[in-house]
């Protein structure tokens, strides 16, 4: 489509059961009460001049263009202000009103640049716009005055600049950054005259900016300016979109001149994100582009050997050979897939499909392995289930907000805007993590309770929180009564009561005080609404499955569940990996979460798949590394991961890579794990992708490509050529056919289409016959499985102990503007905030070991050993040290062992014992050396 | 692997059902094969429902 | 024991009124004489400061301007029994100037101790408190309402309509915010009253929380006040001991607290909203209004902002009940209001006296004509923001309506007299200089229009363009009036505007050049 413009009501929709009647330039308008002036005359399609007005953003009322007379008011009341009463009569156009917006006009401009034909913003500037509507033509005062036309600019943000030059104050950048971002970096300085717009008087990239562009986005003028629209023009026509990076899902708009993406900008009916963005989303997508990016199919007969640049067909036929020969020697089982949280439904769809029809077993996982598998395990059997209750919308309502093992403010940026903004309404903040995040204290939000407890002690926590709402009497009874499982209640009622679960007896475990347990669990109970979000702290450990019980057991014993502002909502990483999971990416179900074993599922995949089906559940990830390495796994087919950097014990994956015959990885880049590829076969990003992602509130997105593939074919198109190759027919026409093909397997999908998507924008599933525009807030009447289900949880500690030779535990974590293993956003501009991965280290523990700060550490565990940059850091207490893992070279999962969670597997990267000793050399001298394996 | 399992399936009745459960619906044949192996030559190692969830599955 | 009172407030203190106590003290030591020295607030009579009272035979005689090296003469000739020495007034009280005022609320300014809440009480203090415990809150604002009582701080708004919004706002907390931060130009009432008798205000305050059920207030102090912060501070750390204040209030178990908050030098966190920012933390920029702050106030509560003035009336109004107040005044501007005389001028000091009291009487009779004794050119009334009046308005009836009807205001009652030497165009200037020095900066008529008239007004007065620029001028006056989001910018283009229309000479144009076209 062209350059789609949104339109702008100038100030937020108000929602009132009242109404009232206004009569505006002679047209009835009815509109909430409480409604602006201007809003209300936007809907009567009457544009009242504007500056200082954004509809995302609280009436401000300071450019006085929007003036307006009212029947009976005295002055030019200001539109944007002015809330419609009863029977009020507004005329927007009098001689009086004109004549002063252009004499406010014709300030502003005395003290504006006269560039409009060589200003970046020519074409897109609201001062323009509006100096033309109020029909400036003459500034009177001259341009001798005062000004501020050689104010420098700051350019010291790699994605846009500051031209204080161009800036009319109108407050809307520092608004954006109190009212969207919550992040407060930015004000104005100096008063009257002398205002100007500050970074907290220093530049943009010293500053607290997070550089989320919500105050680019928010400037009508060229001050804030996107540096590639300045040095490339304005763009000309718009793709709506979805971001590929966390599982927040945001909407955009890519905007792009000819095939040219110029820049993203948050698009403000995207359902995740309401027009708002993080530092990710908006900027840093220039590693689609990337040089080393590789578009074109490679081939080699042995991994020593050097890639060859072949052809597709000569690709895919090499690689079915390859698949099929292993499976001739080694049997059927010898095989199998990783679909990508990465990539689109319809792409994950068809590997899988592949795997179950193509390769003949059910030998499919998928990245989702390593990160959420306890969420659709715990969820399904408590809730029914596997995913999370509420749409992001809902924290708005909520009273207690729990964080779990998640640090929104750096991982989902965009959940986390919306959750401060209820806290600074006076929401309370509940956080259990070892470390104090951004999200426990932060120059804005305080939590009201931190229970930093030990890593590994998850689920004593949560049964303590538990035992405090069953013995102090807060269990609503009447909800548990009505919506849940009795029996099952009682029981584990028993079992929590236990005095084993009491906070006295966690906190020696736990190292959380017990009154502090007591004080959060009344908090949590006692509020109207309790939500729990939680992340990759809850499952990233060998009770991670029964950690998320333990969440959704709390959440059923209060009533929080089914209405909004409340719910038990995981924070998924990446972009798809709740459609990855929907799509029927594990061992032992199919989409939908419908196990392999069940009969009349069965019967329906192989009427419609024309294939005999496999009813045993096949390998999960670590299983097929295990078999690799025992000679009875062969090959794979690894779709957009990076298992030897991302997955734990590096070393192990490594070697099972090593050993197998047919490695195919489908990339943007060569990664570690095409290191160990015999094929590999470039992916796409998300910019030439056509399908849906799936965000972590069951939200299915439509991705559209923005540029042509880079590639020549679609990701899906290759895997229906392999399949193809390997003797199943599989042709789809185009990406829309295969979620046809979904909706028509999978009851929860059943009426999603493209069609419905392009109509409505997203829908939340389940979307069929019952709901069908989706479903935003789960088990409302009642839960998907009937009654709710508790679940006893035993604590059980983690074989991973801390002991003499490792007496510290190793813990992990994520960057603003990083993003897991880095692939794509250390190929962008985003290095110039976190170079490097870096150990936090409390004094105690440092000063012990001679390790001073900004000094390189010698980290060592029981599988690897690593060296890293100390931070000497009190927020992590002592024994507990912490790191990122978005660099390769600093291969934090060198270390974190092949421990894992006993229902899924999720390894337990959150729990590591290691020592660590001050090192003279850099981690170059260490890295776990691929060659080696690889045989050069 | 299987010891977690029972450790984490607790619960006074039909605990070795619900463990044979788990390990039909998430493991594959062969690995339930080479549990069953080893727990037989293991036996003293593990807990009574683990041993009876075997039972269970391998009577099925 | 023989009692002296010596002002300690800041104007007698800037004339040396600290070293005539010390002296007093130290000389009667010398001469072994008792004495009770007592730092009283100032009589108002600024001209006659340091004025040192002694009490004789229960009458208070003055002695005027009496400096440090005096004190030892005065002791030598008696003072303290006799009145003959050449500086004595006579009994203050009988003096001209204080003779002619209504002084309701200064009544106790200069008379009391204002640190001692027995003597607050010995003269008629807690009585109106006393009274309103006895009422409902709805008693409490009816009473205030029918007062007539307006609203000191300048625009004159009905102060028991805007409590009444307060009380009517359901709210978990609201608050009782006095604005104290005096910034008009020849204005120093309020800094009078809480160094002379700041009891008065706590009480107000008080009167003012019970009636709207707020628990809490704030006095919003400006910098350059301290020793008026001093003295609240004391003051309330007097009223929490005494139990004035605090969880329970003259026993009626009724909660209220007072905490200071002082300024930070900006002018424009006088204007109501941009105190509720400066209070709350924030930078002092003006709110749009609405939401009202009686409404959403300081922190999004329902909030009582009014100046000292008010709520030092209003003691006074529920002791003395609301007809006694509003049979003072004029038909719309009931009861008194505190004029401060000032600027070039013979007697100036604290005129307190009923509305409608013409200006001629204020700067002629009771204020001798200017200092310099030249003609009267012009009088600014209302502040910086107020108009400049030309000799033919000097008959104007001092109250809200009459000085609105020869496009004046009355604002915190300054009145400041300027005489022929001045130059008008300078003061027009000036006035936006103000502006542009103190703009909060948020509305664009304020910030650009204040530096432009500046500029425009220099052209002028150079001659350039003239007839074009005038016209830009009033344009610009029209876009500051109409456009600005507050007083300031709003206001501004009256001292303006004045100037050019009737000293048009000073710009050198004839008055039709400077007519709205």
């Known amino acids: 489509m062209t350059i789609l413009k949104e339109p702008d009501y100038g100030t937020p929709a108000v929602s009132n059961d009242q109404s009232v009647k206004v009569k505006i330039d002679g047209i009835d308008v009815e509109v909430p009460a409480g409604t602006s002036v201007m809003r209300a005359a936007a809907e009567a399609g009457i544009q009242v001049p504007k500056l200082c007005a954004k509809d995302s953003l609280n009436a401000f009322g300071s450019c006085r263009m929007c003036l307006v007379e009212i029947d009976g008011k005295k002055g030019t009341p200001a539109s944007c202000t002015t809330p419609c009463e009863q029977g009020m009569v507004v005329k927007t156009q009098t001689p009086k009103v004109e004549r002063l917006r252009r004499g406010v006009m014709e300030l502003y401009i005395s003290d504006h640049p006269l560039d409009c034909l060589t200003c970046p ?114 763009p000309t026509r718009t793709v709506l979109t979805t971001c590929a990076y966390c599982g927040v899902g945001c909407s955009f708009k890519a905007e792009l001149r000819g095939d040219e993406l110029i820049r993203m900008v948050p698009y403000k009916d995207g359902g995740a994100n309401e027009g708002h963005s993080c530092v990710k989303g908006r900027f840093a997508w220039g590693y689609a582009t990337h040089p080393d990016r590789k578009t074109k199919p490679m081939i080699r007969q042995k991994i020593s050997d050097p890639w060859q640049e072949v052809s597709w067909e000569e690709a895919i036929s090499f690689a079915a050979t390859g698949l099929k020969n292993v499976q001739q020697k080694y049997g059927k089982q010898a095989i199998g897939g990783i679909t990508s949280s990465r990539c689109t439904n319809e792409e994950v769809f068809v590997v899988q ?147 084993e679960n009491s906070p006295e007896v966690v906190e020696t475990i736990s190292g959380v005080n017990a009154q502090e347990i007591r004080n959060a669990a009344r908090l949590y109970a006692s509020a109207n609404n309790s939500a729990i979000y939680y992340g990759l702290g809850v499952t990233e450990h060998s009770q991670g499955s029964t950690m998320v019980m333990g969440m959704a057991n709390l959440a059923m014993a209060t009533g929080n569940i089914g209405r909004d502002g409340v719910g038990v909502n995981p924070l998924r990483g990446q972009n798809n990996v709740q459609g990855s999971c929907d799509m029927g990416s594990f061992p032992h179900e199919y989409s939908g979460y419908r196990h392999v074993g069940d009969d009349s599922v069965k019967e329906l995949f192989e009427s419609m798949w024309n294939a005999p089906m496999q009813t045993e559940p096949g390998l999960r990830i670590p299983n097929m590394l295990d078999a690799a390495i025992a000679g009875e796994f062969k090959g794979i087919y690894i779709q957009g991961e990076d298992i030897a950097q991302s997955d734990p014990n590096v070393k192990h994956v490594k070697e099972a890579l090593a050993s197998m015959e047919m490695v195919i990885v489908q990339d943007l880049f060569i990664n570690e794990t095409a290191q160990f ?25 439509r991705v559209r490509p923005v540029m042509a593939s880079k590639t020549g074919k679609s990701e899906w198109e290759a895997t229906c050529d392999l399949a193809k190759a390997m003797g199943y027919e599989m042709d789809y026409e185009n990406a829309a056919q295969i979620m046809d093909e979904i909706a028509k397997l999978t009851p929860t999908f059943a009426g999603v289409s493209f069609k419905l998507l392009d109509e409505v924008g997203s829908v939340q599933w389940p979307c069929n016959e ?167 | 692997m299987g010891k977690q399992i029972s450790l984490n399936i607790p619960g006074e009745e039909k605990r070795a059902e619900k463990i044979a459960g788990h390990l039909k619906s998430f493991w594959t044949p062969k690995m339930r094969e080479e549990f069953f192996h080893y727990i037989e030559t293991n036996k003293s190692e593990f807990s009574q429902e683990l041993i009876d969830a075997v039972q269970i599955l391998k009577t099925k | 024991m023989i009692k002296v009172f010596v002002p300690i407030d800041d104007a007698s203190c800037s004339v040396g009124a600290n070293e005539v106590a010390h002296e007093i003290q130290n000389q009667a030591k010398l001469k072994n004489i008792d004495i009770q020295l007592i730092r009283n607030g100032s009589r108002g009579m600024l001209w006659l400061e340091p004025l040192v009272e002694v009490e004789m035979d229960n009458v208070r005689i003055g002695f005027a301007n009496v400096q440090e090296e005096k004190v030892k003469e005065l002791f030598e000739t008696n003072f303290l029994t006799n009145n003959n020495h050449p500086l004595t007034i006579g009994v203050v009280d009988n003096h001209e100037w204080l003779k002619n005022q209504t002084r309701v609320t200064f009544q106790r300014v200069g008379i009391v101790d204002p640190l001692d809440i027995k003597d607050y009480e010995n003269h008629g203090g807690l009585a109106g408190l006393k009274n309103a415990l006895k009422l409902t809150d709805s008693q409490i604002v ?7 009582l307006r609203g000191r701080g300048g625009a004159g708004f009905p102060a028991g309509i805007k409590w009444k919004t307060v009380l009517n706002s359901q709210s978990d907390q609201k608050y009782v915010c006095c604005n104290a931060d005096e910034g008009d130009s020849g204005t120093f009432a309020d800094r009078m009253l809480m160094e002379g008798d700041p009891f008065t205000l706590i009480e107000g305050m008080t009167i003012a929380a019970i009636a709207v059920g707020a628990t809490k207030g704030f006095i919003y102090i400006r910098s350059e006040y301290p020793a008026a912060i001093k003295t609240m501070n004391k003051v309330i750390e007097i009223a929490n001991q005494s139990g004035l204040l605090g969880k329970n209030i003259l026993g009626s178990n009724k909660e209220f607290h007072i905490e200071v908050r002082s300024g930070a030098g900006s002018y424009v966190c006088g204007e109501e909203t941009a105190m509720l920012e400066s209070l709350e933390g924030k930078r002092g920029v003006v709110r749009a ?45 009931k009861g008194t209001q505190v004029f401060q005389l000032a600027g070039n001028i013979k007697q100036g000091g604290i005129f307190e006296t009923s509305f409608g009291i013409s200006l001629n009487d204020l700067i002629n009779k009771f204020g001798q004509g200017t200092l310099t004794g030249k003609k009267i050119k012009a009088v600014q009334v209302g502040g910086p923001l107020g108009a400049y009046l030309a000799e033919n308005k000097f008959n104007t009836a001092m109250d809200y309506e009459s000085l609105a009807n020869v496009g004046g205001m009355l604002g915190h009652g300054g009145v400041v007299v300027f005489d022929e030497t001045v130059d008008m165009s300078e003061q027009a200037r000036f006035a936006m200089e103000f502006c542009a ?80 076209q």
């Not at chain 1, 503007?817 to 290095?831: F, I, L």
């Not at chain 3, 344009?475 to 229309?501: H, I, N, Q, Y």
């Open chain 1, 770 to 936: 019952k709901a069908p525009l989706g479903t935003p807030i789960m088990h409302v009447d009642q839960f998907v499985r009937g009654k709710g289900n508790f679940v006893e949880t035993p604590y059980v500690p983690t074989e991973e102990k801390t002991n003499r030779k490792f007496p510290l535990l190793l813990t992990t974590g994520r960057i603003l503007s990083q993003y897991n293993v880095g692939a794509q956003t250390r190929r962008t501009a985003n290095v110039a905030w976190y170079p490097e991965d870096v150990l936090e280290i409390h004094e105690a523990d440092a000063h012990a070991r001679g390790i001073k700060d900004d000094s390189w550490v010698h980290l060592q565990s029981r599988v690897g050993e690593t060296v890293l940059r100390a931070k000497i850091s009190d927020r992590v207490p002592a024994g507990v040290v912490y790191t990122t893992f978005h660099y390769p070279v600093s291969g934090a999962n060198v270390i974190t062992t092949e421990f894992s969670d006993w229902a899924t597997n999720c390894p337990e990267y959150k729990v590591t014992a290691v020592e660590c000793r001050p090192s003279l050399r850099g981690p170059e001298s260490l890295l776990v050396n691929s060659d080696a394996l690889v045989g050069k």
């Open chain 1, 353 to 499: 499909k592949m795997i179950r029809t193509a390769f003949g077993n059910n030998n499919v996982d998928t990245c989702a392995r390593v990160c959420h598998s306890p969420t659709g395990y715990g969820l399904k059997q408590t809730f029914g289930t596997s995913a999370g209750t509420q749409d992001f919308k809902s924290v708005a309502k909520a009273d207690v907000i729990m964080v779990i093992g998640a640090n929104p403010f750096a991982a989902h940026p965009v959940f986390a805007s919306r959750m401060k903004k209820r806290l600074r309404q006076g929401a309370q903040l509940i956080v259990l993590d070892p470390r104090e995040t951004e999200t426990v204290k932060n120059p804005h939000v305080e939590a009201k309770h931190h229970l930093q407890l030990l890593p590994g002690t998850n689920v004593a926590v949560i049964n303590a929180l538990a035992h405090v709402i069953v013995t102090e009497k807060l269990v609503d009874e009447e909800f548990v009564k009505e919506r849940c499982d009795i029996e099952a209640f009682e029981a584990w009622k028993e079992f929590i009561a236990l005095p």
């Open chain 1, 121 to 234: 913003a020519n074409g897109d500037c609201e001062l323009q716009d509006m100096a033309g509507v109020v029909g400036l033509r003459d500034v009177r005062y001259g341009f001798e005055g005062s000004n501020h036309l050689n104010e420098e600019t700051d350019s010291s943000n790699p994605y846009f600049s500051y031209d204080s030059s161009k800036c009319i104050v109108c407050n809307r950048c520092v608004r954006a950054c109190d009212e969207i971002q919550g992040t407060l970096a930015l004000t104005i300085q100096g008063r009257g005259f002398n205002s100007r717009v500050s970074a907290g008087g220093t530049d943009f990239m010293s500053s607290e900016c997070v550089s989320c562009g919500a105050c680019v986005q928010a400037c009508p003028t060229a001050t804030l300016q996107e540096k590639n629209v300045i040095d490339l023009g304005m």
């Open chain 3, 142 to 148: 009816n009473e205030v309402t029918e007062s007539g």
């Open chain 1, 677 to 701: 590829a015999h094929v590999f076969l470039p992916g796409t990003s998300f910019l030439e992708k056509d399908g849906t992602f799936t965000n972590a509130e069951r939200r299915i997105n």
């Open chain 3, 437 to 516: 020095e103190e703009s909060c900066g948020k509305c664009t008529p304020c910030r650009i229009g204040s530096t432009r008239g500046v500029e425009v007004i220099d052209k002028i007065v150079k001659g350039e363009n003239k007839a074009a620029n005038v016209h830009l001028l009033l344009d610009l006056l029209d876009v500051m009036t109409e456009g600005s989001l507050c007083a300031m910018g709003g206001l501004t283009p009256l001292p303006v505007r004045s100037a050019l229309e009737n000293f048009p000479e000073d710009f050198s144009l004839i008055s039709s050049q400077v007519t709205a």
């Open chain 3, 289 to 333: 209004k609405p939401p009202l702050p009686a409404i959403e106030g300081l922190f999004g509560k329902p909030t009582i902002i009014n100046n000292v003035l008010t709520l030092a009336t209003v003691p006074m109004v529920l002791a003395q009940g609301a007809n006694f107040y509003k049979s003072l005044g004029t038909e719309k501007s």
